[in-house]
């Protein structure tokens, strides 16, 4: 088992292009959307709301 908690590679790369995720328009992804900054807090909201759903039904359930 791995535990580094030093960063990968391929994330540092991203950051040091300053391909900081939605924020900057571009990262693991790249987003075609402009967003206002009540745009982009919503869009946070709901990718963060995504993410714990699925970190949820994946890790969380309780019948396993």
Do not use: C, W
């Amino acid at each position: 088992m791995d535990t580094s908690v030093e960063a990968p590679k391929a994330l540092k790369d991203l950051v040091d292009a300053g391909h900081t995720g939605i924020k900057s328009g571009k990262g693991f992804y790249e987003y075609a959307v402009d967003f206002s900054q009540e745009g982009l807090d919503e869009a946070v909201k709901e990718r963060d709301r995504e993410f714990l759903g699925r970190l949820k039904r994946n890790f969380l359930s309780t019948k396993r």
